[in-house]
C-alpha cells in the first residue's frame, strides 16, 4: 500500500476493489488492520463484503448504498464546506460514495438532493444557502443540465459529477459526461461516470489549497 500518499498528495491511501478478488481484498484489509492503518476501500458490491472473513467484516464500516467500507475510525470536523447537489434521488448512490470519501478525508458536506432543473425553482429555492459553499459537486445524469446551470448560479467552484442515470440514448452516462464536458460555463471541472470518489478527491485537493 501507498503509506505516503497523503504526505505527497493530501489524499490518503485508497482501495479500488471492483475486479478484485475476495482473497485480495481480504489480504489488504488483514495488512491495514494490523498495522493499524486507516483505509478506504471503494466499489466493495455487497456480495463480496459478505464474502470477506468474520474477523475483517467485523473491523469494517460498510455502506451497501454506495459499496464503500472504512477501516479505522473518522469522522469530519468543522462547518461543512463542501455541498454535494444532485438532479435526482437516482444519483444518490454515487453522490454517497463522494460523502463518505469526504468524511474519511475528515471534511464535513451537506447533501442537497433532487434539485434537478426540471423542476427549477426547488433549485432556486436554496440558491442562498448553496451560494454559502467553497466548492460544489453537482452530479446528474440523463442530460446533466444541473451543473451547467449552478456553475451559472454561484462563485464556488462546481465540480460535475455526470452518472449513469437514465435510459435510451442516456444509459450509461455517456451523454451526461459529455454534455458536462461541452458546457457553455467556462468554470465547470468535470469528471468521469459515476466517480464519486474522484470529485470527492477533487475537492478535498481545492479545500487544501484554500485553507
Known sequence: MDLTRAQRTGLEEAVFCQGKT????ASICRAAIVDGYPLLLT?????????????????????AL?????????????????AI?????????????????????????????DLGVTGLWRLLDRLDMLQQYSVIIAAAGMEAALPT??????????????????????AGGRVALESCLASCSGSLLTVNIDNGFG???AAIKILNLTG
Open 85 to 113: 447537489v444532485s438532479g435526482g434521488t437516482s444519483d444518490v448512490p454515487v453522490c454517497k460514495e463522494a460523502l463518505r470519501t469526504l468524511t474519511y478525508h475528515g471534511f464535513a458536506c451537506d447533501e442537497h438532493y
Open 199 to 201: 470529485a470527492a478527491c
Open 149 to 170: 446551470v449552478l456553475s451559472g448560479l454561484v462563485k464556488a467552484p462546481v465540480i460535475a459529477l455526470p452518472t449513469s442515470v437514465g435510459y435510451g440514448i442516456s
Open 66 to 82: 454506495s459499496n464503500t467500507a472504512v477501516i479505522g475510525q473518522r469522522t469530519a470536523h468543522g462547518p461543512a464546506r463542501v
Open 22 to 25: 475476495v482473497d485480495q481484498i
Open 43 to 63: 466499489r466493495l458490491e455487497h456480495d463480496k463484503f459478505q464474502a470477506l472473513p468474520d474477523e475483517i467484516i467485523t473491523q469494517l464500516d460498510y455502506d
